[in-house]
């Protein structure tokens, strides 16, 4: 809570920044990757995403104070500054929302999806492997609007509505879309951070270099642990869409699509 609220206080924002926001388990990690190669261009050199995981090259904002590994500094990093929140647009800084320039990137993901990729998160991370916090009650917290940085629909929201005010600064992405077609959503990223591919080459490179299996079998997170209690691998479980097939009941599924239906109602949005 203390750096969220420094953050919102204190942070001043330079037009040289982007912000990468998201809701938790949305695909933080692989859009993290992916701007990092972009911004840092395809330079021969040594590979950064061997070295550590994409969490230490894109520090949390508000999460520092939990590294085990310590980051750059959000408040003293050089120019131009890659950072990432969970916060929602409304408790964002003044200077990042009065101005026009400060880009933002933001991933939303299918509801379903984000639910069970949370729950199995946090079974893991809480120490609930043999004993799961039943899913039932997941569901039904999601549903009341207990959910982490405050509740999911609003999140996306405001995110959503800014992108459709304000386009030049916000960039909305989905994750479905993103697996769907990663070369389109990439260069989409790319032109966006002003760094356009120079060849389809160098498109391939980052989505290679990002790709879920290689960011998952590279040693660096398979072992060790960026966070305090949270290994590496747990940012690495399947990547999939679709998965929330696997576990959601019939019953669930349609308490869930419900909720879904009344909180997007009339917003355009598809998730």
């Known amino acids: 809570m203390k750096p969220a609220m420094m953050f919102q206080a204190t942070f001043k924002a330079d037009p040289d920044d982007v912000l990468l926001a998201s809701s938790m388990k949305t695909g933080s990690t692989w ?8 911004m840092q261009g395809n330079k021969e050199e040594e590979d950064l995403l061997v070295k550590d995981n994409p969490h230490f090259h894109v520090p949390i904002i508000e999460a520092v104070n939990y590294f085990t590994n310590t980051p750059a500094d959000p408040y003293t990093m050089s120019s131009p500054r890659l950072l990432h929140t969970h916060i929602p647009y ?3 800084s003044d200077s990042i929302k009065n101005s026009d320039n400060y ?3 933001y991933i939303a993901r299918n509801p379903k999806d984000t639910l069970i990729s949370m729950w199995h998160f ?3 991370t809480s120490g609930y492997l043999e004993d799961p916090f039943p899913l039932e009650k997941a569901v039904e917290c999601f549903c009341n609007r207990v959910h982490p940085y405050g509740p999911f629909f609003e999140h996306v929201l405001e995110y ?3 992108s459709k005010k304000r386009p030049q600064k916000i960039l909305f992405l989905k994750y479905e879309d993103l697996k769907r077609d990663p070369k389109k959503e990439v260069a989409k990223i790319a032109s966006f951070l002003e760094k356009p591919f120079e060849n389809e080459e160098d498109l391939e490179k980052v989505l290679w270099k990002c790709s879920f299996e290689r960011l998952k079998n590279l ?4 072992s060790g642990s960026l966070f305090n209690n949270i290994p590496n691998s ?5 990547g999939i869409v679709g998965d929330w097939k696997n576990h959601i009941t019939h019953e669930m599924e349609e308490q869930l699509d419900k909720f879904t239906s009344l909180k997007l109602q009339g917003s355009g949005l598809v998730l």
Do not use: D, G, P, Q
């Open 31 to 38: 859009l993290k990757a992916l701007c990092f190669c972009i």
């Open 90 to 92: 409304s408790l964002l």
């Open 103 to 105: 880009k933002i990137i």
């Open 122 to 124: 946090f079974n893991y």
């Open 160 to 162: 959503w509505e800014e």
């Open 219 to 222: 040693e660096v997170n398979k």
């Open 234 to 238: 747990t940012f690495f479980r399947k």
